[in-house]
């Protein structure tokens, strides 16, 4: 499966269960970490999870599984390690409070509104 495959199945699990602010970065140009960064936030503690259990479920269906999961039931921030692609889902609040996008503004944003609804 190639990256932007399981990037457009990302950004879309997340939009299915009403994830706010999807945003995927580019990052393989300046980091070993990873190639991209999605990340998103939900409502709720409840929502977070959702947010991050659809994803793990709808990318499991296409046969990619994380390599390392971290954040549980009650975390503000869960972390989705695909390799080549993390999933950050954050709570509102610690989506503020950390700011990826800054820390990461050299990335290049991806366009997106193909795969999420307006």
Known sequence: ???QEMLEIAVKALDSKKAED???IKIGDLSIIADYFVIADG???T???ALADEVEFKLGEA???PRQVQG???SNWIILDYSDIVV???SKDMREFYNLERLWRDGEQVDISKW???
Do not use: A
């Open 43 to 45: 409502t709720s503690s």
């Open 63 to 65: 046969g990619e599984k």
């Open 72 to 74: 549980n039931n009650g």
């Open 47 to 49: 929502q977070t999870r």
């Open 1 to 3: 499966m190639t990256q």
């Open 22 to 24: 999807i945003q995927v």
């Open 88 to 90: 950050h889902v954050f």
């Open 116 to 118: 999420v609804r307006d």
